[in-house]
């Protein structure tokens, strides 16, 4: 991407994080244009959360800079946290409460009130098949329905920008799916979304994708774009790629 902004939604310069001795985030400098899924890869350990901490206003850059949907995530981050979404694999679901019940609170926890709030989750429990579930207690639903359910929470307020952290990991793949088709619904309705996935049928299903190893960003751009700078075939063949060098620094180190 150019880095000019016009368009971008998110744009890091120079970020860094560290934690002690620890270099977690070194020198990123990130683009993600509006309305796109921009897919962030890397081995386990290369700095993809720390850098959706950062992001999303929960984890203060070292260094450098970053900018969510124009504000500042060092000197903003509570304006940062109004105007996002943000959803892991352990997104905080209340158990003892139903499926609307959890809905409701998150709504409010977003700042939606009386009508407004509950047109809104009225919206979520239809738009997101939930509707048959909705006094069901959360606790008890599998893997696929509560990631439904939480991804709904997460877009109770229509975030302009949706972060997934490894949002599918343990899910079968049929909710992986459909949980993919709701993602390019959303985007396609002007919403970005930055996911972080060691799926490779996800990754293919970005827009745009960037790599990143030892804190610091390898390469961005199409999948095709990527795996003819690394001259493999396969976006997998280049992950797989960056996971041996990974474990060959650790062999030596030891």
């Known amino acids: 991407m150019s880095g000019t902004s016009g368009d971008a939604v998110v744009e890091t310069r120079g970020l860094r994080r560290t ?16 309305g796109e899924v921009f897919g962030l890869l890397g081995p386990n ?3 993809k959360t720390t850098t959706i901490r950062m992001l999303c206003g929960l984890l203060a850059p070292t260094a450098g800079s970053a900018t969510v949907a124009s504000y500042d995530v060092a000197r903003e981050p509570e304006a940062v946290k109004r ?44 738009g997101l098949g939930l509707r048959a579930r909705e006094r069901q207690l959360a606790g008890t639903l599998s893997g696929g329905w509560k990631q ?54 996800e990754a293919a299903r970005c827009d745009r994708l960037a790599f ?19 001259g493999l075939a396969t976006v997998e063949d280049v992950f797989v790629l960056l996971q041996e060098r990974e474990l060959a620094r650790e062999e030596a180190a030891r």
């Open 45 to 47: 350990g290369s700095g």
């Open 212 to 230: 990143m190893a030892r804190g610091a960003l390898i390469a961005v751009g199409t999948g095709d774009e990527i795996t003819a700078r690394f």
């Open 83 to 126: 105007v996002i979404g943000y959803m892991s694999q352990k997104f905080g679901l209340y158990d003892d409460l139903t499926v609307a019940e959890n809905l409701d609170f998150y709504a409010s926890v977003y700042g939606l009130r009386g009508a407004v709030r509950a047109a809104r989750v009225g919206e979520l429990l239809d």
């Open 19 to 34: 934690f002690g001795a620890l270099v977690a985030v070194e020198g990123l400098d990130l683009d993600v244009r509006r």
């Open 148 to 201: 439904r359910l939480a991804l709904a929470c997460a877009t109770a307020h229509r975030p302009r920008l949706l972060f997934l952290d490894e949002p599918t990991a343990g899910v079968d793949p049929a909710a992986r799916r459909r949980f993919w088709a709701t993602i390019h619904e959303l985007a396609s309705a002007g919403t970005t979304v930055l996911v972080t996935t060691h799926y490779m049928d």
